[in-house]
């Protein structure tokens, strides 16, 4: 069963930095790619950055050049550090991890950008 435990999230000013991981466990023989997606109130869930088995990356355009997705093969750990933050960047965070093309997610960390 596999299992991911997300940290990092919380009250930043805009232009602040916050660093998310997720560190998995049980299951992971197969993972084809980790990543990260947010969903802010009212909208659907976005993709925000993933990085695969192979090392590619991929971001959403709106977050280039200001995030970046690093993962810790040993520890089974995905990290996204965020960089100058934007109100617009407000909302929850969900790890997602697929293993055998089957996805899995985190319980979600709020990130929230406000003066």
């Known amino acids: 069963q596999v299992q991911l435990v997300e940290s990092g999230g919380g009250l930043v000013q805009p232009g602040g930095s916050l660093r998310l991981s997720c560190a998995a466990s049980?299951?992971?023989?197969?993972?084809?790619?980790m990543g990260w997606y947010r969903q802010a109130p009212g909208k659907q869930r976005e993709l925000v950055a993933r990085?695969?088995?192979?090392?590619?990356?991929y971001y959403l355009d709106s977050v280039k050049g200001r995030f970046t997705i690093s993962r810790d093969n040993v520890r089974n750990t995905v990290y996204l550090q965020t960089n100058s933050l934007k109100p617009e960047d407000t909302a929850v965070y969900y790890c997602?991890?697929?293993?055998?093309?089957?996805?899995?997610w985190g319980q979600g960390t709020q990130v929230t950008v406000s003066s």
């Open positions: 997602n991890i697929r293993v055998a093309f089957v996805n899995h």
């Open positions: 049980g299951g992971l023989s197969s993972i084809n790619s």
């Open positions: 990085i695969t088995s192979g090392g590619s990356t």
